[in-house]
């Protein structure tokens, strides 16, 4: 069971910022995952967390968004994947 309230979009008591925020993770085209809607309880650190995804994910434009590719972005990953032993 969840410690944080999950808001979902099709709940008619979930506040408009946080519906708001909800419309705004679909138009992103990340699927809705959970810590998507738990951080949904206060819209502005989704907002915040949604800049950092977007940036390591090589979506969006303008300053301040990753230029590496999504094959460097994969082999980073795997990169550090293998020097922390972690499995993959």
Known sequence: MARL??????????????????ERIAASGFPALNVFRALANKPEALDG???Y???IYNTGTG????????KETELAYT?????NNCHY
């Not at 309230?5 to 909800?22: F, G, M, Q, S, V």
């Not at 990169?79 to 020097?83: D, G, I, N, R």
């Open 5 to 22: 309230p999950l808001r979902h979009e099709d709940d008619p008591t979930t506040d408009p910022k946080i519906l708001a925020a909800l």
């Open 53 to 55: 995804v977007m940036a």
């Open 63 to 70: 300053a301040g968004f990753s230029t590496i590719t999504p």
């Open 49 to 51: 967390f949604m800049a």
């Open 79 to 83: 990169a550090a994947t293998v020097a």
